[in-house]
C-alpha cells in the first residue's frame, strides 16, 4: 500500500470537512480491503469517537492496539473511552502504558490525576 493511498485520502477528507455519514459508508465499503491498516483502523475509530459512539469507537481502537499495541494516540483516546463509559481500571492501564512508553507525557499524568482525585 503506498503512503498517499487514494482511498485512506477520500476517507481522512470527508472526516475532516464533518461528512461522518459518508465518511463511515465510504469507510465500510474499502474496511476489508484495510482490515490490517492501523491507520485507516484508527481514522475510523476517531469518526465514531466524535459521533460519541463508545462502543464502535472502541472496537476500531482496540484492532490498532491489537496491531500496534504502543500506538500512543490510540492509547490516549482508548482511555478517554473508558472514562467516559466510567472504566477506571482499563482508563488506568491505558494511561500506565502511555507513560511507560513516554514518561513525560503530560495528558496522561493530567488524566490520571484526574482519575485518582476522582474515586
Not at 460519541?52 to 499495541?69: C, G, M, Q, W
Not at 472504566?87 to 488506568?92: C, G, I, R, S, Y
Request: charged share 30%; hydrophobic share 40%; glycine share 4%.
Amino acid at each position: 500500500m503506498g503512503l498517499f493511498n487514494y482511498d485512506r485520502r477520500k476517507l481522512r477528507k470527508l472526516a475532516k470537512n464533518g461528512d461522518y455519514k459518508e465518511a463511515i459508508e465510504f469507510g465500510k465499503s474499502i474496511e476489508k480491503k484495510f482490515d490490517q491498516d492501523t491507520d485507516f483502523l484508527f481514522i475510523m475509530g476517531s469518526i465514531f469517537y466524535i459521533l460519541e459512539d463508545a462502543k464502535t469507537s472502541l472496537s476500531y481502537f482496540d484492532r490498532v492496539l491489537s496491531i500496534n499495541p504502543n500506538d500512543i494516540e490510540t492509547l490516549l483516546l482508548k482511555s478517554n473511552i473508558q472514562i467516559f463509559l466510567q472504566n477506571k481500571e482499563l482508563a488506568t492501564q491505558c494511561l500506565n502504558k502511555i507513560l511507560q512508553l513516554d514518561p513525560e507525557h503530560q495528558e496522561a499524568k493530567l488524566l490520571l490525576e484526574k482519575i485518582s482525585n476522582n474515586q
